[in-house]
């Protein structure tokens, strides 16, 4: 086994501590990889906040950037020093449809989630990449494309590609009227994603004082969510809106600021969500997870040549407490990165 040392959650809303745990030995299609920067998902803050009573410690981290440090003998696509990228998928079944597919977020058998899951093989729970080392099935590791900050690389990895695979499904392009809710790490990426692919945009925010950002970042319309007047002036308009908001909220000022036949794609993952039946009509309401590894390939193809990433603050490893406080009072711009 090899011994790695992290941070992990020991019980509801408390700091996370210190802890030294094994991973596996390399089996014959793994890659051992040198954690170098870790992204700080607000699903960490969630699965921190939901861990259950008496659970084990949990390490969070499903967005990562390092270096290879060991194959295993059948791996052909990497050897020991190559920069690479790691998400929030580590193997799935392979041969279900979804699979198949390349959707492996929705594998049948239930994939094997980077941390909060179960390795398919032996059944031990997965522990997360804040920590100094992850072994991972080589068919989830993807190359780090060159020319790109490693750590703003590793936000792609889960909020990168969890925006992109609905907009690249929706066929967003030129002139796509697009609403992106929510200015953090998925929002900031939908956004970038959005201008990048020519559409124009609209953000909802509920931070009077992310206005300028969003607008440095490409976005044309800026419209403050809590002002139902400004709101009111969208209906009708949008063709596309991607929801990303963490914290419990209405759907409907963005189902009415939908086109007919629009589509709300919901990736937040508040408690709740209200949603008035009557507010569907004409409009649909999607609830999408992550994209599986073809698309998050063609993201990371298109952030090469694009030359975009994620907008981060790095912080060192042992602050991650800092990191989750100021997350979670949404005093992030836009991305944490953690740094080992
Ligand atoms: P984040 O950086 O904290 O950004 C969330 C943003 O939501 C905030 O910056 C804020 O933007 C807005 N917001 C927060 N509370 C709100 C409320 N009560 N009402 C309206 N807006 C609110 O979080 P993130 O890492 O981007 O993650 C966003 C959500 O997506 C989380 O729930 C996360 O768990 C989920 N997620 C889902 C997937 C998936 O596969 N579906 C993957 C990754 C993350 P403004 O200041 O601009 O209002
Ligand atoms: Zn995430």
Not at 298 to 315: I, N, R, S, W
Request: with cysteine; net charge negative; glycine share 12%.
């Amino acid at each position: 086994m090899r011994t790695v040392t992290g941070f992990a959650a020991y019980a509801p809303s408390e700091p996370l501590r210190p802890i030294e745990f094994t991973r596996r030995d390399l089996r014959a299609d793994d890659v051992a990889v040198r954690v170098t920067h870790v992204g700080v998902c607000h699903s960490d803050l969630h699965a921190v906040d939901g861990l259950p009573a008496g659970a084990p410690p949990l390490v969070p981290g499903h967005e990562f950037t390092g270096e290879v440090t060991a194959v295993g003998a059948d791996v052909t696509r990497f050897a020991v020093g190559n920069a690479v990228a790691v998400g929030n998928i580590v193997d799935s079944c392979g041969v279900c449809d979804n699979c198949l597919a390349h959707r492996e977020p929705y594998c049948r058998q239930f994939p094997a989630t980077t941390y909060g899951g179960r390795d398919l093989r032996d059944g031990s729970p997965t522990q997360g990449a804040y920590s100094t080392e992850y072994v991972v099935r080589d068919a989830f590791v993807y190359a780090l494309p060159a020319g790109l900050d490693p750590a703003a690389v590793a936000p792609l990895m889960c909020a990168g590609v969890t925006t992109w695979s609905p907009l690249s499904r929706a066929g967003v392009g030129a002139g796509t009227q697009i609403g992106v809710v929510g200015l953090g790490g998925l929002g900031h990426l939908a956004v970038k994603f959005a201008v990048a692919l020519g559409a124009r945009v609209t953000v909802f925010t509920t931070s009077a004082a992310k206005a300028d950002d969003a607008r440095a970042l490409g976005a044309h319309d800026v419209v403050l969510s809590t002002d139902a007047e400004a709101v009111a002036a969208v209906a009708g308009r949008l063709d596309f809106v991607l929801d990303t908001a963490s914290g419990a909220h209405d759907l409907g000022p963005y189902l009415g600021a939908l086109r007919l036949d629009g589509t709300l794609c919901v990736l937040g993952l508040p408690e709740s969500y209200t949603v008035s039946p009557m507010s569907l009509l004409g409009r649909t309401l999607t609830v999408s997870g992550s994209g599986g590894t073809a698309e998050t390939q063609a993201m990371l193809d298109f952030c090469g040549e694009h030359g975009l990433t994620a907008d981060v603050e790095v912080l060192p490893f042992g602050e991650v407490n800092t990191a989750f406080q100021r997350l979670a009072r949404n005093d992030v711009r836009y991305r944490f990165v953690l740094a080992l």
